[in-house]
């Protein structure tokens, strides 16, 4: 019988198995097939607030929005699952339900950052741990679901007065008969009822496991009606339900709702705020109810003044609204009660930087270092401002004190979280890309991962180091919050997400055709397009340069019609961006929506990697038109052409070379032969 019993089970388990493998085999392919019928090659983006902030303008967005601009036969779709705040466990532990979800081709990661001595490896977090051996099989899935429901249904039966509400009246916390207390209600305060002990905890305890299985709004009702009895047990279950409606189910209405019913049960804990953490303040915040999250702030301060976190979220608040006078104000505050918490540190270093007021950065920084001596990013702050100010000495000093720190320093956590997340990547036959962080160096990146193979890496150090010596650190980060390096700005992003589109070009996308090559003799009409239709043969337009070499090698060989000759940059900046300024002319502005250049005849190689083209007015305020990005180096004497959008006449046009295919992976720009625009 026993022998029967189990061999029925096993059956059972089997079917069971095969009918959830072939659903999930059929969702896969059809999201597959979806996928390549929409010509689509998806990349999913992983780190935490500087892969997530920034909307529209955060790298991700920006990198899907370059890699349309392209002429590929396929679209592409860029996912940004960046979390603020999170570490290299959260983000390995939630890698498959995102996998499964997206099905990327390309998984990229920049991420480490928040990683602490108190980060675990990612085996050891509740998501990543091992399954108990009977959770594994379908049938106790099934037996688990069943018994839940079939509970809750025994409830129901032996308590119908619990249940009894109407239809229309099933989902508000209290019947609305008890008039009296009808305001008491709508702000969620507990009404007293009759329901016993043992009523009030098998309501918990059921609410508990449906939470745990994700239904929030099962769970929701269930400790609204226990609340009665319960009020403070019931308090952190609703912060549980508002933030997990808050962060994983992306539903604000909700999450709002459960933050203010926590609140009415208990306004003096503010727990429910959670200033700087996941509360109603950042829920506000992220919405840009910037009024109402000052107003809670400005309560919790009252509330707990020795809270470091709602001094910063004030800060915000002012910083958002202008006041920066008074954001510093809060910021040192926040500070002076936890010189690491980052948010007032990168705030303060930041401000202070802008301002000019060096002591004041010095002040903060040696107060980090006097606690905590080996305190890299308050090194890097220092280095970053000494940089600023011109002290070089200083500057160079720092910045060395700071790659020893970092060269001693090895978190093996984090390399075991990255080493488990490539894993799964490449299991899931996608192809990882490991980013670094804007002015690190990448060396520290590989070291947590010795086997490299497959991997695809990219390098931000340079290329943000050489932006920082052309303009203001202000243009690119809007924050110092890693010392050397914060939250980028929209112009910061971009540069972020270019520089990794064009690594991707070099590699994985190698010969797939970023640009249009154009023959050298195409013809129009028995003449050279590129002699006949170039707007720069007008005799009004100027050009001017960033530098030149010799005599012979000035801006205006580019529009000489001589193959032969060439522009090139002065020695002494090779290496740094360099740029070409065109001016039309009073009254002769041009719409511009396609550029060609020609590499030198003798030495192909030295011309342009990446560069970026813009408009303008006035020749001061400038308009971005389009990226230029020209992955192999070039190896013979051929027209390269780039078509974009654009349908606004310019007086000015600029480009901007940043990089360039001489030197190997220096990749630096030396020169090129001829210059061409087309409306």
Known sequence: ???????????????????????????????????????????????????????????????????????????????????????????????????????????????????????????????????????????????????????????????????????????????????????????????????????????????????LRGDLEEAGKLYQRAVVGAPDKCYHRYIKLARLYHRKEDNPAQAEEYYKKAIALNPENDKAYAPGGDGLISLYREQNKWEEAERLAEKVVKLNPGNFQSY???????????????????????????????????????????????????????????????????????????????????????????????????????AQNYRKLIEMILENSSQPVCVQYPMRNISDLKKMIPDQEGIIFVDNEKIFKTALKQDSYEDYFVDQFAGDFGHCTPKGNYLLANNIVAILMDSYFKGMGTIRPCPENTQINGNNRFERLNLLVSEAKTLTASSRNRNDQIVNKLNDNDKSTYWHVSLKQIGEPAWITIDFGRGNEQTVKSLAALPRKDIPRQFLRTAELFGSDNGENWKFISDILQSDAPDNTIWREWKFDNDRAFRYYKLLILDGHEDGNAHRFYSFAELALFE
């Open 312 to 414: 910063s979220e004030l800060g915000r608040c002012y910083e958002q609204k202008g006041r920066t006078d008074e954001a510093i104000e809060m910021y040192n505050k926040s500070f002076d009660l936890n010189p690491f918490h980052n948010q007032p540190f990168a705030k303060l270093t930041y401000f202070n930087n802008k301002l000019g007021r060096i002591q004041e950065v010095e002040r903060i920084c040696q107060k980090r270092i006097s606690i905590k001596p080996d305190d890299d990013k308050a090194y890097a702050a220092l280095a970053v401002s000494y940089s600023r100010q011109g002290k070089k000495e200083l500057a160079r000093k720092y910045f060395a004190k700071v790659d020893e720190l970092r060269a001693s320093f090895y978190n093996r956590t984090t």
């Open 1 to 211: 019988m026993l022998f029967g019993l189990v061999s029925a089970l096993v059956l059972f388990e089997l079917s069971l198995c095969l009918s959830v493998y072939l659903q999930t085999l059929a969702q896969e392919r059809a999201n597959l097939a979806s996928l390549k019928e929409n010509g689509e090659f998806v990349i999913l983006c992983l780190g935490e607030s500087t892969t997530q902030t920034g909307g529209s303008a955060s790298f991700p967005r920006q990198m899907e929005e370059i890699l349309n601009h392209r002429d590929f036969n396929i679209k592409f779709t860029v996912i940004n699952k960046g979390i603020s705040g999170t570490n290299t466990a959260y983000i390995a532990t939630g890698l498959k339900e995102n996998l499964m979800k997206y099905h990327p081709d390309m998984v990229i990661t920049m991420m480490g950052i928040n990683d602490g001595p108190s980060t675990i490896v990612y085996e050891d977090t509740p998501v990543g741990k091992s399954p108990l051996f009977f959770e594994r099989f379908q049938v106790y899935k099934l037996a688990q679901r069943l018994g839940v429901h079939i509970a809750y249904m025994i409830n129901e039966w032996n308590h119908p007065e619990m249940f009894s509400q109407s239809q229309a009246n099933k989902d508000t916390l209290y019947p609305e008969k008890l008039e009296a207390h009808s305001d008491r209600q709508k702000a969620g305060v507990p009404v007293i009822t009759n329901n016993s002990a043992e009523e009030i905890e098998d309501l918990l305890s059921q609410g508990d496991q449906l939470l």
